[in-house]
């Protein structure tokens, strides 16, 4: 058969396939243990899961309502007014996704347009960027640096013009976990103050938060949560990444434009499960209590690596912890990564893959969502080194 000789040149030119993949790949061929990819390694609760069978069983199997179902979206209205003192309309500003990642896309294309500008704070997730070049925008990269990774407000002010049309926010935050404080909020508040400029906040780690510091939903904050769409995951806060399940908040002017968009992504997420969730998400328990769970196991993973000659940065949320490696070995974090792999048995995440420009500052990420007895195993292995 003749090959087809395409003319078309690539939308995303510099893009290959994303780390995630290639670590957990060559966890797998290497039989490592895989603390590179974030998804936990133990069980979703069984009331969930006999949750969404029941609603299987009952036929609840068809296309849900585009926005979602709305007892799922009254639910996350009343927790969200409850933790943050923020409303939101459930008929018209909040959306069920499947997944964040979805969301984020979503909420990026809805309003980004060819020549507009989005400031990314990198290290970031690795979807941001894509989506805005998709749209036609230019990302503006605003870097953290390792130990702390805080943020210069004054710095990063500069970086706004009047093609700033977006400004991209995580707390907490992947990968360093570090967490925005009320004054950081305050500060973003001002920035964008009188200006077109929207603020995208990923907080899928809203509920893994540490220490007895309460999360800085821009929820919180009127005159930002008026300018803002919020991308929350069901996927981090119930162990069940798998399922792909999220949502976004915003206002409904920017919600009738997020939807426009959405419905022509995938139209509606999982029935059976939305409507699980639903009832499940009335066990305020599962998410309050999920920052003790981690914490603990935060501090259990931090525990066993004392032996080890990595240095442990701040961990104040989400589930991972990044760690300096320069007492081991002065080698690029891909290179260092991908040997810990193949030698050692350990997959992680080399931070510069977080950066536009590859910025290397010797750290890797480690995910601690996984039980005890694999934390253990990997963090024997780690201490060899």
Do not use: L
């Given at each position: 058969m003749p090959k087809f000789q395409s003319s078309v040149s690539s939308k995303l030119p510099t893009t290959g396939t994303t780390i995630f993949t290639i670590m957990s790949a060559l966890a797998n061929e290497h039989n490592a243990i895989n603390l590179a990819q974030g998804f936990p390694d133990f069980p979703v609760s069984p009331r969930l899961i006999d949750l969404i069978h029941s609603y299987m069983k009952k036929g609840m199997n068809q296309y849900a309502p585009m926005p979602g179902i709305i007892s799922l979206r009254e639910k996350i209205a009343a927790k969200t007014e409850e933790l943050y003192s923020a409303k939101y309309d459930p008929e018209k500003e909040i959306t069920i996704t499947p997944g964040g990642t979805c969301a984020l896309y979503?909420?990026?294309?809805?309003?980004?347009?060819?020549g507009d500008e989005v400031i990314v704070i990198e290290p970031a997730y690795d979807s941001y960027i894509p989506a805005i070049e998709l749209s036609g925008g230019k990302p503006i990269t605003y870097e953290l640096r390792a130990p702390d990774y805080k943020i210069d407000w004054n710095g990063l002010k500069k970086l706004v013009n009047f093609r700033t049309r977006m400004i991209i926010i995580n707390t907490p935050h992947n990968p360093s976990g570090a967490v925005f404080t009320a004054a950081d909020m305050q500060k973003l508040e001002k920035i964008v103050d009188k200006t077109d400029i929207i603020v995208l906040s990923d907080e899928v780690?809203?509920?893994?938060?540490?220490?007895?510091?309460?999360?800085?939903?821009?929820?919180?904050?009127?005159?930002l949560a008026e300018r803002s769409m919020i991308v929350s995951s069901f996927g981090k806060t119930y162990h069940s990444t798998g399922w792909k399940m999220g949502y976004c908040l915003a206002p409904e002017k920017l919600m009738l434009e997020f939807r426009k968009v959405y419905q022509f992504m995938v139209f509606s997420a999982n029935t059976p499960i939305q409507y699980a969730l639903a009832d499940y998400i009335e066990d305020k328990n599962a998410y309050l209590e999920l920052s003790l769970f981690y914490q603990e196991k935060r501090d259990y993973f931090r525990k066993l690596l004392k032996g080890s000659k990595l240095k442990l940065l701040p961990c104040g949320g989400s589930y991972f912890q990044s760690a300096i490696y320069d007492k081991i070995t002065k080698e690029h974090d891909r290179d260092f990564a991908l040997r810990l792999t193949k030698e050692f048995g350990v997959a992680s995440i080399p931070v510069s893959v977080f950066y536009r420009q590859g910025t290397d500052d010797h750290v890797l990420r480690f995910c601690f969502a996984k039980t005890n007895e694999t934390l253990e195993k990997a963090a024997e292995r780690l201490c060899r080194i």
């Open positions: 979503a909420a990026i294309t809805a309003v980004v347009r060819e780690y809203e509920h893994i938060i540490f220490d007895g510091v309460e999360h800085q939903s821009v929820a919180r904050y009127p005159k």
